[in-house]
């Protein structure tokens, strides 16, 4: 394990190709960095060995870097790739860049500003502090709270999210999303998989070729609705034009098209 005072701002650039990331966020002014092999076998342990770990002066802070180089000399080899588990501790509200293409993500405690991008893998997120944008070509994104705005990539897989602050822009090819609360205006896009969220002001905007689509109004809202299905049912606890709801509250403008599933609108 590698151990860096790291008073002040915290950037995390954490590039790990195959693997796992497990990164916490705690009260403490000392980053931790522990890198081994997640198999015992001769190539992930080259990985680990061939790894960069640094820490360099940024602005009124520190950036730390880890870059795990590509594995391509040995392949598989026992049905299985070079791979290694990288293992962060660091000072809460450190903001987070993190590329992988095979690794699943998970972080414990409050973070800043967050960017995950990888091809193959899961994203477990507790709480961002900031603004998030988590992409997932092959894996399941589960966030419990951003403060800020949130955007949200699947190509395979669900999405599940606790309360977004801000805005929220999610796209999904094949995978459901469920969201519990979102105070911003909301933007989603599913080819196939169904969605059902839970909003509170602003424009909605809900759009599905494959799948059923489910906005609850928090109550104290008022509401505009405009709905419609291709091929499907729409039904709605409101009226589906026109204003309704408690005068002065704030206003929530859905607007929701489905080409092959149902639509529904309900108060939370």
């Known amino acids: 394990m590698t151990a860096f005072e790291t008073p002040g701002r915290l950037e995390l650039d954490l590039r790990v190709p195959v693997g796992e990331v497990e990164l916490e966020a705690a009260e403490t002014a000392t980053t931790e960095v522990e890198l081994e092999p997640l198999h015992d076998d001769d190539a992930s342990r080259n990985l680990a060995e061939r790894a960069r770990v640094e820490l360099r002066p940024r602005g009124e802070g520190h950036e730390l870097l880890v870059d795990v180089p590509e594995e391509r000399e040995f392949g598989i080899r026992f049905g299985r790739k070079a791979a290694v588990r990288l293992r962060v501790r660091c000072p809460q509200g450190a903001t987070v860049a993190v590329k992988t293409r095979s690794a699943d993500v998970a ?8 960017g995950v991008r990888t091809v193959s893998g899961d994203i477990e997120w ?25 955007t949200l990539k699947t190509v395979s897989g669900d999405a599940v999210v606790g309360t977004v602050g801000g805005r929220l822009t999610a796209q999904s090819v094949s995978g459901d999303l ?8 909301v933007t989603t896009k599913s080819v196939s998989g169904d969605q059902r ?11 599905s070729v494959s799948g059923d689509l489910e906005a609850r109004v928090r109550r104290g809202s008022r509401v505009y609705v405009d709905a419609a299905a291709l091929s499907g049912d729409v039904s709605s606890e409101l009226e589906l034009s026109g204003v309704a709801g408690e005068a002065g509250g704030p206003l929530v403008e859905i607007r929701a098209r489905s080409v092959s599933g149902d639509v529904k609108i309900s108060r939370a």
């Open 107 to 114: 972080a414990r405690g409050r973070f800043g500003p967050a």
């Open 126 to 150: 507790e709480a961002v502090d900031g603004d998030g944008t988590l992409e997932s070509t092959s894996g399941d994104i589960h966030v419990e709270a951003v403060s800020g705005g949130l």
């Open 178 to 185: 469920r969201v519990d609360g979102v105070d911003g205006p």
């Open 197 to 207: 969220l839970t909003v509170a002001e602003g424009e909605v905007t809900l759009e």
